[in-house]
T-cell receptor, first 113, second 116 residues
Framework: KAGVTQTPRYLIKTRGQQVTLSCSPI?????VSWYQQTPGQGLQFLFE???????NKGNFPGRFSGRQFSNSRSEMNVSTLELGDSALYLC????????????FGQGTRLTVV | AQSVAQPEDQVNVAEGNPLTVKCTYS??????LFWYVQYPNRGLQFLLK??????LVKGSYGFEAEFNKSQTSFHLKKPSALVSDSALYFC??????????????FGQGTTLQVKP
């Protein structure tokens, strides 16, 4: 079974630009969650999508948004980038039930300059 | 609100010695607990989980964890550490409030350093 695939692996953007990150979950998984990882804040939950609907949202500004397609692939978008958005963005997919583990992609390293 | 704490930023052990990485949690209801490991510039790899049943859970790469309900702890252990175990370890709890199943709440992470 193929794992969770995130593209691109690395991105360098300029302040004020926008960026779109992509995540392909494990086949059959309908839940996709996004996390931001920074040295100072650790791993913070951004949002979760399930069957194309946002099911949960973390405490991030509206510049952070996402969506999920009918094939469960997900994208997240960050508009008007700030230096503080530099982070490793991780996508996780899981099966429907709460007692199953989440599987993570390799992440996208975003650097805002 | 559910939370997870990892009281040690770093744990240092000698190769061949047993290791313990500590985790405590605070949840309402039954906890769904997980351990993940992260190598530099990589995603998180699942090690093991506790959902219900035996308090001692066995996982990947020789790791195990002990669930203690009275102490609200879920410590990660390994009888004999390897240099290759050196990595960043995260404890997490599934946020099952309101029926949501996807969200994980993570501890701040513990760096494990195993010296030859």
């Amino acid at each position: 079974k193929a794992g969770v695939t995130q593209t691109p692996r690395y991105l360098i953007k300029t302040r004020g630009q926008q960026v779109t990150l992509s995540c392909s979950p494990i086949s059959g998984h309908r839940s996709v969650s996004w996390y931001q990882q920074t040295p100072g804040q650790g791993l913070q939950f951004l949002f979760e999508y399930f069957s194309e609907t946002q099911r949960n949202k973390g405490n991030f500004p509206g510049r952070f948004s996402g969506r999920q397609f009918s094939n469960s692939r997900s994208e997240m978008n960050v508009s008007t980038l700030e230096l503080g958005d530099s982070a490793l963005y991780l996508c996780a997919s899981s099966a429907e039930t709460a007692n199953t583990e989440a599987f993570f992609g390799q992440g996208t390293r975003l650097t805002v300059v | 609100a559910q939370s997870v704490a990892q009281p040690e930023d770093q744990v240092n052990v000698a190769e061949g010695n047993p290791l313990t990485v500590k985790c405590t949690y605070s949840v309402s209801g039954n906890p769904y607990l997980f351990w993940y490991v992260q190598y530099p510039n990589r995603g998180l790899q699942f090690l093991l989980k506790y959902i219900t049943g035996d308090n001692l859970v066995k996982g990947s790469y020789g790791f195990e964890a002990e669930f203690n309900k009275s102490q609200t702890s879920f410590h990660l252990k390994k009888p004999s550490a390897l240099v290759s175990d050196s990595a960043l370890y995260f404890c997490a709890v599934r946020d099952i409030g309101s029926g949501n199943t996807g969200k994980l709440i993570f501890g701040q992470g513990t760096t494990l350093q195993v010296k030859p």
